[in-house]
């Protein structure tokens, strides 16, 4: 089964373009989301109330493929929340590129497989999806004198080295770079401290990774300060790109795109997504006044906002994006006072 | 190009020994305390020295010791007192008319002028700001274990010399030192970028060379060799000594005596090491406060929810 790509929204955020498929529940509510991309291809998981469904977009054709469609019923799950997760994982199987998803609802869980086609059930004692689960969710690793109050954010690659992420409330969050041994390459949140407890995105680009940091909005009493962007070099070094002038172990840093933080708002924005594109850098913020923009940059050191997007976008409550062969998927959560929170795919670079 | 430079931070943060530091900048020209903008008028900022310290009569010891030493080039008890007598025939001057004429006196240097009264009140920050809209602040900072220690010493030591405070100098000095820097906090996060710059004084302190050159750089003021060796001999300074009879203060008496910069590390205690071994009595039982708030209809908050906020802004800081 396929779906055409939907015609671009009236109001549609520039180059981006809202592809969400026809026929699945879009209100967070009804439905829970988990999407990746595997082979070049975006697949999305939507695990309804009645229906779960798997599909794919293929980005060379523009359609959408469903790999997965079939009725569930569960006593009582007629309301409430959705109690259900799906978490995708790429693995082997018989020495072939194959997709897992593992569901858990309630108390069942349930792996399934494709190899290119349809999603089949596959025991979940098998090897092949526990190492695929495995390194999919990596654990942490044991940092040499790392503080206790720090915990593993992400795994990331700068140059050859592999990168680390911890996410500290105390002491601000931290990159540990492995070559030999690991070594600290960020520290102290970027000397913000407890300001940047935490990595919010990081991308590659080019030689060097682009790192987000700041602070969730979960943070209690004081008001969220706003995001910053460093720009690491392999060297260990790194430029202060959006935030506030600091001192710093490095020498002075001042924001080379003459930001401050949250793209230099009087109420700083909001930190959507970060994603690195075939044409550089893309960042995505939000705030009441100018709504949903996805600033883009060549370097990181000048960001233009796109025009398009400024106008009509409902209020986006969340954003993740995911790299595709031809561009950059967004899944957003919008917040639309007709219909609520509702759930889309936007494709564009 | 700015002409002023205002260094904001609670007392007792190594402000003078960091201030006089900078000031000694061959572009710089630091002045000790003058609590200029505590007032509208001279007048004003008087009065509020002689509620302060009942010795200080003739206006705060600082800016007679800048008057005497900027006009008369020494501070001796004759210079003091003329520099009374010229103070007092301006009493009407506003703070940044006399604020001006001291800018003038060392021009083409940008001058400096530290005084930690004046982040004690938004007021006192807002009326810098609508003097020198152009100043550089730079907010300084001490870890709040060290600073209340400093403090509580301090304001001993002003009991001893008859200085008075009203219930205020009975309040634990972490309150003082959380309230201060949220006011900075609050005014520099208004601030234009660049406008102002955050420096732990542990860090000036313990690594001169890697700190010291990145002020100037943000001032824009040379960061050569010679400038920066000028800057780690704050004993050059006028101010760095106590003054005459006359007017003795206008800095840290412990400074004054002991002027020269030390070498080493300065040790950064531990804030949540501290709340596990005492239980700072937060408010006197004074009835006066008591009814200030009941009229006000505050409530002291809970010791835990004290401690918290303290602790998250000294995080915030770089304090652990």
Sequence with gaps: MTHSVSAPSPTGLGPFRDITPGGIPRRCGEAVWSATVFEGALYLAVLGREIQTVLRLEPSTGKWETLLHRSVSRPGADSGEIGAAAQFAAGRFQEAPALYLRIAAGDEVEHLRSVGGPFEPVPSHFEEVQAALTAASPAAPALPDHPPTSRFSRALKLGSATVVGLDDPVLGCSLWAKEENWKPVLVRGA???????EILAAASHGDCLFVVL????????????????????????????????RVSDQGLKVPLACLGPGMDEFEPSRFCFFASGRNGLLLGTYDDLAGFRIWRSVDGTRWVAGEAELVGIDRVRGAESLPLAGGIALILQLDNPQHGLTQSVWIGE | MPRLVILLSPPRSFSSVVSTMIGEHPDLYGFPELHLFVGNTLQEVNEIEKKRNPRHTAGPPGLLRAVAQLHDGVQTNGTIFRAMGWLNERRDWTCKQMMDHLLDAVAPKMGLEKTPATSQRMQYLERAYACYPDAYFL??????????????EFMEHRTEIGAEGGWRQHVDRFVGWYVIHSNILKFTS????????????EDILSEPDVYLPQIAEWLGIRTDREAIEAMKHPENSPYACMGPEAARWGNDPKFMRSPKLRSGRVREPSLAEFFEKEKPAWFPEDAELMEACRRSGLRIAPDERIIDEISELAHQLGYT
Excluded: C, M
């Design chain 1, 191 to 197: 000397h913000r401290y407890s300001e940047n407890a």
């Design chain 1, 214 to 245: 700041g602070k969730s909005a979960s943070a209690p009493r004081r008001k969220t300060p706003g995001f910053e962007v460093v720009r690491v070099y392999a060297d260990g070094s790194w430029d202060l790109l959006i935030g506030t002038p």
């Design chain 2, 139 to 152: 907010h300084l900072t001490r870890h709040p274990v060290s600073t209340r220690a400093s403090w509580s």
């Design chain 2, 190 to 201: 208004s601030l234009p970028l660049g406008q102002s710059l955050r420096v732990k004084g």
